[in-house]
């Protein structure tokens, strides 16, 4: 267990819909880090936040937006969606990069 | 951000031990490698980190020659529970004081097959 949290597990829902993804850093982890996983794909950078701030972006559709709570917990928001937006959604968080970031079990997201 | 090559499969027998290793030839000073195990619809699962020379853990070593623009993880003894994707990540690492940007991009993974 990484002790890195999301939910929910599995997600299925139509086309044009919109959805939340949740994170949960481990304790004292100010870092998150959010991933796409496609079918037999590799993992995609999709944003990352430090204490709040958006720190880096990779390619983020504009569909798709994030942000980082006080409490450091992390959502990812997904709207108009589209067939091709199923994947594995993975966050993962960081102190730094000592002995990390360690990833969360992910969410299956599944657009019909 | 130091791009990074691995072999895309490697194939081995239980009980032998695997050596996959990962090219980083733009590698940064302050940049340290970390591995990662993935299983088919899991997270990928941490397995070691190094900055220098070897480092060594209870499921694997890690070695990086003085140049580092190459690393090594070393799997003693596999079984076919190893059967996985393993990838190397390259960042910039940090400490108490890091507010760092870091867009953590991974390659594309090496795909171990483990044969009985």
């Known amino acids: 267990d990484s002790g890195v949290t999301q939910t929910p597990k599995h997600l299925i829902t139509a086309t044009g819909q919109r959805v939340t993804l949740r994170c949960s850093p481990r304790?004292?982890?100010?870092?998150v880090y959010w991933y796409q996983q496609s079918l037999d794909q590799g993992l995609q950078f999709l944003i990352q936040?430090?204490?709040?701030?958006?720190?880096a972006k990779g390619n983020i559709l504009e569909r798709f937006s994030a942000q980082q709570f006080p409490d450091l917990h992390s959502e990812l928001n997904l709207s108009s969606l589209e067939l091709g937006d199923s994947a594995l959604y993975f966050c993962?968080?960081?102190?730094?990069?000592?002995?990390?970031?360690?990833f969360g079990p992910g969410t299956r997201l599944t657009v019909l | 951000l130091a791009k990074t090559t691995q072999p895309i499969s490697m194939d081995s027998y239980e009980g032998q031990e695997v050596n996959i290793t990962c090219s980083h030839n733009n590698i940064a000073t302050n940049d340290y490698i970390t591995w990662y195990q993935q299983f088919p619809s899991q997270g990928p699962r941490f397995i070691i980190q190094?900055?220098?020379t070897k480092v060594k853990n209870e499921v694997a070593s890690l070695f990086i020659p003085a140049d580092r623009k190459s690393s090594t993880l070393s799997l003693p003894r596999v079984s076919l529970s190893d059967t996985a994707v393993y990838y190397c990540?390259?960042?910039?690492?940090?400490?108490?004081?890091?507010?760092?940007?870091?867009?953590?991009?991974f390659g594309s993974g090496t795909r171990l097959q483990v044969q009985p």
């Open positions: 990540l390259v960042a910039k690492g940090g400490g108490d004081m890091d507010t760092g940007r870091r867009a953590l991009t």
């Open positions: 304790s004292g982890d100010l870092s």
């Open positions: 936040y430090y204490n709040g701030e958006e720190r």
């Open positions: 190094g900055y220098k």
């Open positions: 993962a968080s960081s102190a730094g990069l000592a002995g990390g970031p360690f």
